[in-house]
Structure formats: C-alpha cells, structure tokens
C-alpha cells in the first residue's frame, strides 16, 4: 500500500506552522544557545508536522443529492365572485328653509 502524498494546503499550512513559531519561540525564550536553539527548533518541526496532518483530506467525492420540489398544499380555486347590487334608499327630504330678505 502506497503513502499517501501531501497536499499543497498541507505543505503550505505546515511550512508556514514551522517558520512562524520558529520565529516566535526563539523571540520569546531568548535562546542563544545551540542547544537552546535546536530544542526550538525540533518543537516546531514537530508543531508543523502536527498542524500539517490536522488539515482536512480530500475524500472522495460524494455524488450531490437530487432536491425535489416540496409539495405545496395549495388551497382550492375560489368561488367567483357574484357582483353585488347595492340599493340605496333615496336621500330624505328636508323642508327647504328660505330665508328672510333683509
């Protein structure tokens, strides 16, 4: 059974992993010892490795679920409208009031 290769994201996310907190860790320990520098050094090869193995895989490629159209409840056709013939009484009628010439 063959290795697997890794994969750019991989490579990329592990480089970027070990030259960071390389830099970091020799700024914050102030090592300037050689065996100082190669405990760095090998914690952050290892960060790498770690943070390399951790990115997601490609797997393979799940075919995409068929999405039907829901079922919608419709309700049924309205009834036509009748048209509706409204009747009014005629206005009442009010005395007319004349008014007195002056």
Same mark, same amino acid.
């Given at each position: 059974?063959?290795? /697997?290769?890794?994969? &750019?994201?991989? @490579?990329?996310?592990?480089?970027?992993? +070990?030259?960071?907190?390389?830099?970091?860790m020799?700024?914050? %320990?102030?090592?300037s010892?050689? &065996?100082? +520098?190669?405990i760095?050094?090998? %914690?952050? @090869? $290892? @960060?790498?490795l770690?943070?390399?193995?951790?990115? /997601?895989?490609?797997?393979? !490629?799940r075919? +995409? $679920? &068929?999405?039907?159209?829901a079922?919608?409840?419709?309700?049924?056709? /309205?009834?036509? +409208?009748?048209?509706?013939?409204?009747t009014?009484?005629?206005?009442a !009628?009010?005395? &007319? !009031?004349? !008014?007195? $010439?002056?």
């Amino acid at each position: 059974m063959a290795m /697997p290769r890794p994969t &750019v994201a991989q @490579l990329a996310y592990g480089s970027c992993t +070990v030259i960071f907190s390389t830099f970091a860790m020799l700024l914050l %320990s102030g090592a300037s010892s050689g &065996v100082g +520098v190669a405990i760095v050094a090998v %914690s952050a @090869l $290892a @960060l790498g490795l770690l943070v390399a193995m951790t990115v /997601p895989l490609p797997g393979p !490629r799940r075919p +995409v $679920a &068929v999405v039907r159209p829901a079922v919608v409840d419709r309700p049924a056709a /309205p009834e036509p +409208v009748q048209p509706v013939r409204a009747t009014l009484a005629p206005p009442a !009628r009010e005395p &007319v !009031r004349e !008014r007195a $010439a002056s």
